[in-house]
């Protein structure tokens, strides 16, 4: 069963559950209550041995045939209800249906005297599975820090430790972002603009330009002519992608006026 | 009502576990709530004991009962801090990857908010983490975003630059190229 | 070479300061950085003292030392969990059915695929549940196994150690006796 359901919620449910075993003998099941009874199965393997429990069926020697129909039983209701059943279930219906048509074939004895039971497979597996879920319990029962155990903190006094911050290298930034870019691609596919970074850097100098200057700047202020063309291109850029993102505003009283830029809002 | 020894270790417990200050009124209040119709006066009184016991107790240990402003705690001599020091020097000196990623969004991606972050990361950034940044010198404020509720943008400072001896940010190696040799490139973080 | 006493304080400090439990070996670099050529087998013995001695030293207070996992730890006795209950507001956190099976599987079973794990629950395993338990700190990936597909394989960390107070693997409740006990409930096969 799959738990996209809030765990916690199912974990209160599948105890309950598991220690009450709420399924009435008569057919008549609330379909609420089944609803909760199928979310607190793990699975088929967790249904059968409840089945098998229930009825106090020796598990090395399950009567399948009772124990098939009560699993179709179940099955169907589960279908009538139009609730989503993994295919988990389905497999283990098709597995307990052969299995019933092979206990009614007579056996054959002439290879071998002790030819397997069919049923060996499948009792192997749910005596494998009940191990694992008294272990769970056990695990579950272990003293857990912060419900069983307190553990002791102690603030260190007020005085300051001169600590060296740790140091970081260029590369492990890099991998940081790579994997930062992977992780968001995985989530929401987009291409990722490969914007100029210096435009990028522009916009951040431009900014912090503006706020110190605090006021109007022209246009041709911001420029450096010792970057030549180039410097120019890409402090137009970053004006304009400021512009764009409504940070920046451009202000000219007339043709030919000068360009004035200021920062949109006031920095308090 | 319980007696001197057991509520000076009862308050014992709850100081060492507490995450922050108690104040006599929680104390009372977690130590009478057992017995119901505790005297007020007697338990504060008990508690005060108690108090001065755990004070006395102290002397020869390496931590000490300190009141401060919102109520008692435990806290580790200031003598000892030099192992603590040591302790923390020996701890993996390393930042955690939380923080490496949100200064990689904000040298790539300035100026940028803490949402826009947040959108990419897909988890919340700390505050923790913008001000280790900012006290790194590696970033800094640049102004509040025109939007609802004003973010702060970031951007790197040119410390980050000299730091990571880098001329410009156009250094840094261009998003396409990067994404596509990172998974092969670049060996895993040591440790 | 620090004396006895004092070392005896340092480790209670660092002890109490500390966020995850110290090991011996980490003590013993904490405590010999200070001197540098001091001799492994004394300090070895002088750690070995002062946690006895700090041992002794809890008989009469409200926290003892434990030895976990990855180190020495101190937490509240028992008994006065009580006390703690009161003042912990958050309620601890059930773990649902799926998530306890699957960290059994891995603990018993490690180094284990999720395919194994589905094998014997019958049942898939959900990212979701994998991701709780990496998240948690309790699991980790070993690396892929030389298997079509190359599936991840799963096994516990020493933090999972920690947080279920245990020494090691052999401390968990033994898996053998459960099946034996199952069986001896059981008829035995008929043939």
Known sequence: ?268 | MIELNEVRKAIEALLLVAEDPLSRGQLSNLLKESDGDDDNVAVAQLIDESLNLIREDCADRAYELVEVGSGFRMQVKPEFNKWIAKLWMQRPRRYSRALLETLALIAYRQPITRGEIEQVRGVAVSSYTLRTLVDRGWIRELGQKELPGRPMMYGTTRYFLDYFSLKSLDDLPPLRELQESAAETLDPVPQ
């Open chain 1, 1 to 268: 069963m799959s738990d996209t359901v809030d765990e916690q919620a199912l974990a209160e449910d599948s105890l309950v559950v598991q220690h009450d075993y709420p399924i009435p003998d008569d057919l008549f099941i609330p379909p609420d209550a089944l609803i909760v009874i199928l979310e607190a199965f793990e699975g088929p393997l967790d249904l059968l041995l409840y089945l098998i429990r229930r009825k106090n069926l020796d598990i090395l020697d399950i009567p399948v045939a009772e124990v098939t129909e009560q699993y179709m039983a179940y099955i169907d209701v589960l279908t009538s209800l139009r609730l989503d059943l993994a295919g988990d279930y389905l497999v283990m219906a098709a597995t307990l249906a052969e299995l019933k048509s092979r206990m009614l074939l007579p056996r054959r004895n002439e290879d071998s005297e002790e030819e397997e039971d069919p049923r060996a497979e499948l009792v192997r597996r749910l005596l494998e599975y009940e191990v694992f879920q008294k272990a769970a319990e056990g695990i579950d029962e272990l003293p857990r820090v912060d419900r069983d155990i307190f553990v002791v903190s102690v603030e260190r006094s007020d005085e300051p430790i001169e600590i060296e911050p740790p140091k970081v290298e260029l590369r492990e930034l890099l991998v940081a972002f790579s994997e930062v870019l992977e992780r968001d691609n995985l989530r929401s596919p987009h291409s990722i603009d490969v914007e100029s970074l210096s435009v990028r850097e522009r916009m951040t100098s431009l900014l912090s330009l503006l706020s110190v200057k605090d006021g109007y700047l022209s246009f041709l202020e911001l420029i450096n002519v010792s970057e030549r063309r180039e410097g120019a291109v890409v402090t137009l850029l970053a004006l304009l992608e400021l512009l764009r993102d409504g940070l920046v505003s451009v202000v000219q009283h007339g043709s030919y006026e000068p360009i004035f830029v200021a920062r949109t809002n006031e920095i308090g």
